[in-house]
């Protein structure tokens, strides 16, 4: 029986449906006869029922066909060209990815290599992707086995684990194909054997959140008693920048507080040092040393503050009911007490020192 094809000659049915029964000639020819006989109508469950070749089977041997044919057009070893027509379709098949000059490369290469179907789709694969870029990385070819080394080169460097570092590496050196992957895969090898880089240790960086931490820095006028026009020679500090810096060369002393607000508000801050036999207000609380911060820019009385006054030469500190009928130096913003020492002799456990 002769049946034909649009466009196409005559094919005899019976003898590519007996040359397939029978297995003559090789599965190139039965791939192309598979080709031959669905385009003529037959569908591949037909071909199956009267030839044994399953539909899957068909297909493989068709493609397979068809990329043997491609890569010969561009020319193959004899020795490659011989071994694909008796067998290997599943592993051409898998080249049907490529273009038709890659297709050859990498079927001379399959065959030197001795690579089967499962490594015949991780080559194509490999190089197909190889095939993107826009040129071969350093050291590397544009060859089929130069892609898959190049490929594992890739797994390495995003590999943590040295046991599977050194597997990737050896894996890639199998498919290497220059000299240059060879290189590039062997200088891994080299890393991973060579003492660990030290890495630079982290910095001490710490960030200011509150204004309490940032310093509030004022002047030492002296300690009590003390002459009122010793007020007036302390000169007035301006603090700038982000972390208050303060550039003057006045040589009576300075004294730094948190940043209270009480402080931060002060805008002509001045301190003086006493104690309770010379310092001119009632304390009940028995410092050893006390510190008294006053305002220079606060003059204007009022009944809620303390303020500062010359008595006979001499800065006095005290509170009127009434506005008082001579100059205010300046208001009392703060007096500071030293830290409470802790007794030698007291309970060292937090609990007990609460309780």
Not at 149 to 160: E, G, M, N, P, T
Request: aromatic letters at 10%; hydrophobic letters at 40%; a negative charge.
């Amino acid at each position: 029986m002769t049946e034909s094809t649009d466009n196409q000659t005559p094919i005899d049915t019976a003898a590519l449906l007996l040359m397939l029964r029978r297995k003559e000639s090789n599965w190139v020819e039965w791939g192309k006869a598979c080709q031959k006989l669905q385009k003529s109508g037959l569908n591949p469950q037909e071909i199956f029922e009267a030839t044994g070749f399953e539909p899957i089977q068909q297909n493989q041997i068709i493609v397979g066909s068809q990329v043997f044919d491609s890569m010969m057009s561009i020319g193959v070893a004899a020795a490659t060209q011989t071994h694909y027509q008796r067998q290997g379709s599943d592993s051409l098949y898998e080249l049907r990815i490529l273009s038709q000059a890659d297709r050859a490369a990498t079927a001379d290469y399959l065959y030197n290599r001795n690579i089967d179907s499962e490594g015949s789709k991780e080559v194509a694969k490999a190089f197909k992707e190889f095939s993107y870029l826009p040129q071969p990385p350093t050291g590397f070819t544009h060859h089929p086995g130069d892609a898959v080394a190049y490929q594992y080169w890739r797994y390495v460097k995003q590999q943590l684990d040295l046991t599977e570092k050194t597997r990737l590496i050896a894996r890639g050196l199998m498919f290497a194909h220059s000299q240059g992957a060879r290189s590039q895969l062997e200088k891994l090898l080299m890393e991973l054997s060579a003492p660990a880089k030290r890495t630079a240790p982290a910095l001490p960086i710490y960030r200011l959140e509150t204004d309490e931490e940032l310093p509030r820095t004022i002047p030492l006028a002296g300690t009590f008693p003390i002459d009122s026009n010793t007020l007036a020679d302390v000169p007035k500090i301006a603090a700038t920048g982000s972390f208050q810096i303060i550039k003057h060369n006045w040589a009576g002393g300075w004294v730094t507080f948190p940043g209270w607000g009480v402080l931060c508000k002060a805008e002509d801050p001045v301190a003086i040092i006493g104690d309770l036999e010379n310092l001119p207000l009632k304390i009940s609380h028995q410092a050893p040393e006390t510190i008294v911060v006053l305002d220079r820019s606060v003059t204007e009385w009022d009944e809620f503050n303390y303020f500062a006054i010359d008595r006979d030469g001499k800065l006095a500190i005290e509170w009127f009911d009434d506005a008082p009928n001579i100059p205010i130096l300046a208001k009392l913003v703060l007096v500071i007490h030293p830290k409470r020492p802790i007794d030698p002799d007291t309970p060292k456990d937090l609990w007990e020192l609460e309780d």
